[in-house]
């Protein structure tokens, strides 16, 4: 099978073959290196016109995106780790989005900002962050987070060309090994696939299962540690579940809805865990209860977060799979729930 | 490349952003506009030197005092009126405002320094794209206190972007002034990244324009990045009525340095006051059609930017 990494280079190279307006800059990009997580590797070698490695600037270097996107090319830009996306909020947030409504409609920005999250590594607290939701809610920025259901380069791939927004792509470093799972790994789910206005949300459930009691959410990595408590709660725990797992983060739905896949299944199940890697206040995970209070009122009948610890990752190996969310936190919290 | 162009249209230019800005800072108490406003007072010979010397698809990137650039950009007096009034027919549909304007190949942002690697970028995508176009990029001695410049002069000089800085040192940054913002010499961070640097001190456009000339032309034979410091004297307050310096001091500039005394030596009187007299009443009917344009629909915002 074909790990997320590869997927994921062959999404940037199936990029590059066939638009030459596909730029890549970012630190550290060349051959043999291929940039820090080896997304890149190759694409120097080939295209060593396009792939421009830089200097350790991340500001500048989404700034060069942004005006090179501005003017009709199709850049990627890498940043080395997630925690860094902090030097780029102000052209994230100042130019690179504000710039299409800001100039009434007459500009556009399709800049692809791709960078890896998450922890369990022992980077340590300044390169271990799951930062996304200080990007969501960002208006006129879109952010996808790729999962193990789908194949992550070729969500890559077309948000590099047929997104005309800006796009934040967010890659969970422990996904990039994991296999991109093909129907026999799937074998015991039963999956719909809902389209969305631009990536995919999966809804899966075990084959043969009852009505869902509970309805589970998580993006990205973390939507494989749902997977696998989901299995254990129908096994060990005769509870279960339907799992909602969501591509893009943002924008949601307007008028304040859940996304319609999480909202049928909730109409189902009336309970809602949300399962995130970052901290646990104001992230994504409560946008999602909030909605599902809003649009679902007393038919909710139980809301729950699990998140990360509200503090800085622990480099220590015992510590940071404290403070970051597992399969019993999940188990746990289901529990409790039902 | 366009003719060197003569006194008269010169003259035509630097006046015409005297009496907008002048039209601005009246009509400012009177409630005409809404928000904040930066003016060009005193800088005239800057946008006006540099600019003459565009080409067709050349790209300029301005900064929060950015009216005047717009307006020796070529841009239309009525539409940045209105964009100021908040007007339907103003250079953004009144979603920019005054200091965030795109029109053409024309962009402007407040946000101090976050141009530079931006307008940096659009250079190396014509470079790129195979296009003649070149980049010039407006910074203010104040904005060379944000280290994203300083990231952007590395990245333009190692790759070759074909970018010309412009630097109006005022030597006032809202009231700091450069004295104690900025160490060292302004012309040498440019040279510490071998970006060749040429420094003047005058406020006469046919020098600035002469020296923005050759800049340009080197520019545009060699296809790397040049600096042109061009010191110079802001009249007016930094926006409106908020000028901390001394009325004397400001009079003694404006008698010494007014780039429209400077340059009306050039021009027989009778020229320069039917000039003077045309360009008033444009100005005024650019005001008056902008005054009597609709504001935009109330669902404008949604269309641009969809829920
Ligand atoms: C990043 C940022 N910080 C602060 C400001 C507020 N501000 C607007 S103009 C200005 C001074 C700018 O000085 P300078 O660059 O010298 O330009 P000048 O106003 O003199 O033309 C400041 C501090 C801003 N717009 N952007
Ligand atoms: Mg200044």
Known sequence: MTSVLESLNRGLHAAFAQDGRVYLIGEDLLDPYGGAFKVSRGLSSQYPQRVWTSPVSEAAIAGVGAGMALRGLRPVVELMFGDFSTLVADQLINSITKFPAMFNGAASVPLVIRTPMGGRRGYGPTHSQTLEKLYLGIPGLRVLAPNTLSDPGELLRRAILEQDDPVFFIENKVLYPKPVLDAEALADFEIQIADGDFAPTHTLRLKGAPAPQLTLTAYGYMAELAREALTRLAFEHELFCELVVPTQLAPLPAAGSLEPSLAASLAQSGRLLTIEEGTFSLGWGAEQLARAAQQFGSRLLAARRVAAAEAPIPAARTLEEAALPSVEDILTAAREMV | MRA???????????????RFEETVLDAFPKGAFYGTTHTYIGQEANAVGVLAH???????????????????YGGDLRALFAELMGKATGVCGGLGGSQHLHWKDFYSNGVLGSTAPIAVGTALAEKQKGSDAITVLFLGDGALGEGTVYESLNIASLWNAPILFVVENNHIAQTTPTELALAGSLAARFAAFGIPVVEMDSNDVAKISSAAQHELAELRATRTPRALVLNTTRFGPHSKGDDTRDPAYIEELRTRLDPLTLHAAQLPASERQAIESEVDTAVAAA???????????????????PP
């Open chain 2, 287 to 305: 005001y008056a059609q902008a005054e009597a344009d609709p504001p935009p629909p109330a669902n404008h915002l949604a269309k641009v930017a």
């Open chain 2, 4 to 18: 060197m162009p003569d006194h008269a249209a010169l003259y035509r230019q630097l006046y015409t952003i005297r």
């Open chain 2, 54 to 72: 565009l080409n067709e698809g050349d790209i300029v990137f301005s900064n929060h005092r950015c009216h005047g650039h717009f307006i020796a």
